[in-house]
């Protein structure tokens, strides 16, 4: 079976989100007003640069697996976008913080897509 297109384009952006976390992590310079990473995920007392470094390096093993249709990779990103939209839509209801919506129906269109072709991470003929 070939890997669906989505697999890959959903690989990719997560790769670049990736990138980015990496680099932010090296320039990034926490401002009062904004939420960090670590506090988004409930750890506000933990370095912001070490949880956006552990949460890149997660990242690209998850989107290894994902790119690679492996079974652990279709349940690290079904798990990954349930836990992330659970966590924005706290955040967009508790704080009022709009942009969050973004990321809810991101996480929304990561479940319903990836569940659509669970086939092709289940089926014993991989790419």
């Known amino acids: 079976m070939e890997r669906p297109i989505g697999v890959t384009l959903i690989s990719f952006f997560y790769i670049f989100g990736a990138v980015v976390l990496l680099l932010t992590s090296i320039f ?3 401002e009062p007003n904004s939420i960090g990473i670590a506090e988004r995920f409930g750890i506000p007392n933990a370095p912001e640069r070490l949880v956006r470094v552990l949460l890149a390096l997660a990242t690209f093993v ?5 790119a690679n ?3 652990w990779g279709f349940w690290s990103m079904t798990v990954y976008s349930i836990l992330f939209g659970l966590l924005s839509m706290t955040l967009m209801t508790a704080q009022n913080i709009q942009p969050f ?3 809810l129906i991101w996480s929304l269109i990561i479940i319903v897509y990836s569940i659509c072709v669970k086939a092709a991470f289940f089926n014993s003929n991989k790419v």
């Open 62 to 66: 998850m989107v290894y697996g994902y």
């Open 101 to 103: 919506l973004g990321n």
């Open 69 to 71: 249709l492996k079974k």
């Open 28 to 30: 990034y310079h926490h």
